[in-house]
């Protein structure tokens, strides 16, 4: 298993690597001058000079070659150093590991809100597929992936604040055990959750009419036995993958919600550093993105084998 | 047996589904937050009594921010600087000047020296006196370039030896000297009657140097953090910030000299999205915002949310004079006398605030309320338009606005658009928030900016000179190189004139009347300073300077 991670972290530096050039040249040379933009985006009676401009590009190290600034960025990487944000002049490396944790753990815990309610929903769907149950339930799933999040959130606060009077505006962080976490958490789990229904809707629909399960039926097993240990796992197996895909798109994009709620997580700050051209938190969560897309990936594949033995032996001969 | 599982099943679910409710409405425990103590330099903020409930102002930023320094010379949170930094003089709502750090000033007899004196009590927060070196120090530094003021133009153009700071050739200015501890002398180049108007602005608070300096001039990283033991000359000084979750905890400056502040504490929290800030504001859990533009406004918060003095500043459509096809004159008066800006107005604002465009000035004295400056007819404008080297719609190129950034701002620009295609013919119209949402060849095509403009200060002749002269910003950058030679020798010649000298304004009106028939902007709208605050909030009036008009006295009432 050693080995086999070792050799997943090898295979992920090269394409992090890639992924780095690429995004500090679409930054340097699509997006604009960060240092004019401060002053570009100023509204009205801003006054700024070209010299002015040219000196704080100069102090920033932004007036070298392309290949320089990022050979220099990268020298600094490999000594664990992210840099300094060009905007605020705080070390990213501050910056970052204050929003991370925040996405992730609302990434988390949307991600198993989706799994604790939608694959069990998903499974009632499949199993008595058209009944009043497949209805309400598949209802409900697109029901809730028609509703935006920017839809979502503002009426979710106008009616239990506003309205119902149950609440305080649950704006802020505070940590994810606060009530003020609750509204982001769901509003964020609710549009992936239909996703996660329908599939192990159709996952479950499948796999009940192989024969093995009517042989499983045929012999008298109860139900919830043959659910639990002849349907979930070849059910669980597609799901597990769409799961770990939410969950990246949920820690690195809660764009909406982060502002919605006011969260100081990773989506607002990759919105703002987009906006602002800031290279170093831009690559600092490019960084981020690639490193969970591949502890993502790894996360599925060690789930894998536990779900279908057949998957770790074709791991084992992988790695040997 | 079937049924039975199906019961079970059904229940495990529900199991699962009320455990994982009940985890969530878990009660958290609840922390105070932290607010950190002053540093033992610092002299102890006066604490409420034990029996008095603390009042608190809950103030919203329209934006997070991770940087609190009072030398940036913009960014949402720079709204606030009156809480916490003494400007040197201030203006009220009614444009009246006051004394504040300084008392005292004057100039020779040319406007080329200006003296100003610092009042004897004005000191910081830690009790030290406010020093002409602070006041010198604070300047000069707000004039170098890695210090990232984005105003400080505004101030210091024409004092000597601004130019060679703000190149970077040097670190101070040499045209400002402190003459002795209560003395600070500024030399420009040439003669200014109204320079200390200037001086009144938040923008440029007089800053303990020790702190603020490092030894190569520049500014120290973060001097400006509760952590680094700051020292702040205004109502309120800060106890706590988490620049991470943008919130910043102010408490009363036991050293502040213009009077004991009536609230115990200021906090600031960054609310960006304008739905959640009215809802938080419905619902009691904030008192005041920097400013938030939505097309309900006004059915949502009430009229007195938005009431306010007018500020003379308006928001305009700037017409790019180098872009084609606004750089022809007849396409340019095509494009304006077809919109009526009355209409233009109540699309964006149906329910105000804010006055719909007449002329350029607004709330200054010179302002004509007889002149017309055009009517709208469609008529003029088509034959405009056929005059023009484009002779029709087909012949124009794209038009591209940017600066739509707010929903009353994109339905203005739709309402003008529409009109366009009504009146004129024009189809292909693109709207777009920054420069840089468009593709790189686009940005370059840009002919439509809409953004403000105007003055700190109510003078006809600063609002002209930083809007229509070819050295401003709004000229060069909006208008694309605005350059009227007679209207900068009008302006010119105004400047050199007292504030009290009728000249001034007669030559700033004839510079204005020739500017607008250069047809260079589609009106918009006159702002006002809107309140942005509940109507428990007393005491609180802003000015054209966007801060809060004497923090000190502003109270929170029993709600």
Known sequence: MGRYLIGRFIKWVPSAVIVLFLVYALAFYGAGDPIKLIFLRAPGDVVWSPEQIEALREEAGLDRPFLIQFGDYFWHLLQGNLGNSIISNRPVIDIISAAAPISIQIGLAATAIMAIIGIPLGVLAGLYQNSWLDNVTVGFALFVWAIPVYVAGPLLLVLLVLVLKIM???????????????????????????????????????????????????????????????????????????????????????????????IPGLGYLTVNSIIEVDYPVILAITLIGTFLVMASNLLVDLVYPILDPRAAKAEVEEVG | MERKNKIRIIALFALVTLLLSLAACAQPATEEPEIEQPSEEQAEPAEPSEEEEEVELRIAVGARFDDLSPLRGGGHSAFWLSMWWASPMYYDSDGQLHPYVFNEWEANDDFTVWTFKIDPKAVFSDGSPITAGDVKATWDLSAVPTTKHQRVGLFFTGVEGYDAVINSEAMQMSGIAAVDDNTIEVTLTAPDPVFYKRMATNLIPPVKASQAVGPDGKEVFEWWRPENGVVVSGPFMPVSMDLDKSEAVFVKNPNFWMGEPKIDKVTLIAVEDAQTAITLFQSGELDAMNEIFTPTLVEEMGEEFVSGPMIPRGHQFWLDGSKEPTNDINVRKALIMSVDPDMVFEAAFPNGPGQSVTQLLVAVEGVDPEYVWYVPDAGAAQDALAASSYENAENLPKLYFVGISQASHELAAQYIAEVWRQTLGIEEVEMKAAFDEYSGPDQDRVQIFRDDAGARFPDPVVYLMGTIHSSSGPAQRKMGGYNNPEVDRLLEEAATKGADDPDRIALAQQAHELFLEDYMFVPYYFQNMPRYAMPWVTNWSKNSDWQVVEPWNVVIEPH
């Open chain 1, 168 to 262: 305080q505006v649950p704006y802020g962080w505070d940590g994810l055990f606060s009530t003020k976490a609750i509204i982001p958490v769901v509003v964020l789990a609710l549009a992936p959750l239909a996703l996660v229904i329908r599939q192990t809707r159709v996952a479950v629909i499948d796999v009940i009419s192989e024969d093995y399960i009517r042989t499983a039926y045929a012999k008298g097993i109860p139900q919830y036995v043959v659910v639990y240990r002849h349907i979930l796992r070849p059910v669980l197996t597609p799901v597990i993958t769409t799961l770990g895909l939410i969950m990246i798109t949920m820690i690195n994009g809660a764009i909406l919600v982060e502002t919605v709620f006011g």
